[in-house]
């Protein structure tokens, strides 16, 4: 018996989606177990994600493979970590933003032209954000 056998159209399976993370120099990952919802079976095959799948074994097209819930894979067993992997693209997002954004306030900060003013107004957001970050 096939692994994926009695497979159908709009059944669930999951796959490893990797996130790339930190500078473009370094190749670190964090990968999730992603649903996906199937689109086509054949007699031998069923397609996900646009990948074509074998049904004997669920290894797909580019070192793609489709996993059943529940699945243990090494020491992993396959659950549906969906919510894990927003959060975790929202807080690379996040992070991304803060840095722009303190890139910005220290070009401001070098200018020597801003007004006393504007600078005492930077340092209390700054002081803010401080207060924020502890």
Known sequence: MSKFEDIKVGDTVY?????????????????????????????????VDDIKVWKKNGDGVGKRYAYKLGEKIGNTIVT????????????IESTRECITMSKLLASLLEKSDLPMDKLSKLKAKLIEIKEILN
């Open 15 to 47: 796959r490893l989606e990797s996130i790339r993370f930190g500078a473009w120099f370094q190749k670190k990952y964090k990968t999730f177990f992603i649903p996906e919802k199937v689109t086509k079976v054949t007699k031998s095959q069923f397609i």
């Open 80 to 91: 549906d970590q969906s919510a894990e992997c927003v959060e975790f693209i929202d807080c």
